[in-house]
């Protein structure tokens, strides 16, 4: 489920092909599963990512997400200890 929709970023990677998301996850260092949910919209992006992506794409960071997306930092511990319901 996407909470911010698609984000612009998503759009220029897979322009460049199949495994381009994945591979510029490893090359940037950051973890595949928080890359793939913050393109996707579900998470916001980590400050490291949008600082790495930005610089990667020779993009404001501003290009690359929506505002909605960008409005609020990413929380790494948001989750933690919660009970899991599926």
């Known amino acids: 489920m996407s909470k911010f929709g698609p984000q612009p970023v998503h759009r220029i990677l897979s ?3 199949y495994g381009a998301i994945l591979r510029t996850a490893d090359e940037l260092g950051i973890p595949r599963i ?3 949910q913050a ?3 579900g998470v916001h992006p980590s400050d490291e990512m949008r ?3 930005s610089a990667y794409l020779n ?4 290009e690359l997400f ?3 997306a ?6 790494p511990n948001y ?4 009970k899991v319901t599926r």
Do not use: I, Q
């Not at 993009?59 to 501003?62: D, L, M, T």
């Open 79 to 82: 989750n933690v200890g919660k």
């Open 15 to 17: 322009s460049r092909g």
């Open 39 to 41: 393109l996707r919209g």
């Open 34 to 36: 928080h890359f793939k």
């Open 59 to 62: 993009k404001p960071v501003e």
């Open 66 to 68: 929506t505002p909605a």
């Open 70 to 75: 960008l409005a609020k930092r990413y929380n």
């Open 51 to 53: 600082e790495r992506l």
